[in-house]
């Protein structure tokens, strides 16, 4: 559904990001919005990250990858993870190994394949997992936009990006300096 994409774009660098993403205007409580909630949206998010539309019901999956989902924020967004945010992904991983296989090359990479909701958690976890075991987690941000609070992996050779994106946010906050600065008495 078209629609439920306004606003929204794979902006984070990596799917657990992008998942965690979801949720739009995170940092300003009245305007926030959980796009899993929309109609169509998760499927079609499904497809565009590649994870594909698996058969069933997708709602039945909804809390599942919700609690993924803010597990990760917590995880990612604080450079200080809490414990029991660890050991509760220590339990979906766990979990998530039971069903994964290892697909047939070097580096090993574990992957479940998704052909049933019931799978969804487990394979976005494994991908969560890659990101919280690899060296990009130093370079995750958080949008610097007001009331944004996305994240994503600065992938910039200074390591200087601020927002989300140059031409969402960036141009929001441009606009807003822009407005105070002619406002401003000479």
């Not at 992938?155 to 406002?183: I, K, L």
Request: with cysteine.
């Amino acid at each position: 559904m078209a629609d439920s994409w306004h606003g929204y774009r794979l902006a984070g660098g990596h799917l657990a990001l992008d998942l965690v993403n979801t949720v739009s205007w995170r940092g300003d409580p009245p305007r926030r919005l959980d796009r899993l909630e929309l109609p169509g949206f998760f499927a079609d998010w499904l497809e565009r990250t590649g994870l594909g539309r698996p058969d069933g019901d997708l709602s039945a999956a909804l809390p599942g990858v919700r609690e993924l989902r803010e597990l990760l924020y917590d995880l990612l967004a604080d450079s200080a993870p809490r414990q029991a945010d660890l050991d509760r992904f220590g339990e979906l991983l766990a979990e998530a190994h039971t069903r994964a296989k290892a697909e047939p090359a070097l580096p090993v990479r574990w992957s479940v394949r998704v052909e049933t909701p019931d799978d969804l958690v487990p394979a976005l976890t494994l991908r969560a997992d890659e990101l919280l075991r690899s060296p990009d987690t130093a370079n995750i941000r958080q949008c610097e936009g007001r009331g944004c609070a996305w994240l994503f992996i600065d992938t910039t050779r200074n390591h200087s990006r601020r927002w989300c994106r140059s031409d969402d946010c960036g141009n929001r906050e441009r606009a807003r300096r822009h407005y105070r600065r002619a406002r401003e008495p000479v």
